[in-house]
């Protein structure tokens, strides 16, 4: 079960992968496992040295009655000490952010988050990035023929 932001390699340049636990209550990662989660508009931030992923809106579990969630609402992210430093010494440059890229459940049933360090994309920078798949595409598709 894997939730994507399909939009990040579009708008963005990804730098630098990591995967981080995330802080959840019990009736969202509930909704999780359901798929009822969007990541489109997620993106993270330091505050007191700890990393924090906002607008991620998971939707309320359909069972949780009064104890349900808030939909949208700041998440702790896990991460160790090193790559927290790393992370926010890279945030200190110009043009770089973090955004989340995949929300999955991993082997042991915890909820993890793919986020990248990532630059934003000019315009121009975007029409290369649709024509080198378009190029990639014809090429694959003109070897699959001569097989």
Known sequence: MNIKNKRAGYDYQL???????????GTEIKSIRQGKANIQDAF????????WLKN???????????????????????L????????????????????????????????????????GKKEYDKRDSIKEKDVKREIDKNLKQYR
């Open 15 to 25: 730098l630098d992968k990591f995967v981080a636990g995330i802080k959840l209550y």
């Open 44 to 51: 993270c931030y330091f505050a007191k040295g700890e990393l």
């Open 56 to 78: 991620m809106h998971i939707s309320e579990y359909d069972h949780g009655g009064y104890t349900n969630h808030e939909v949208v609402r700041d998440r702790k992210l896990l």
């Open 80 to 119: 160790n000490k090193r790559e927290l430093n790393k992370l926010e010494s890279k945030m200190k440059e110009k043009g770089q952010a973090i955004i989340a890229t995949k929300v999955f459940i991993s082997d042991r049933g915890f909820a993890k988050v793919e986020i990248a360090l990532a630059k």
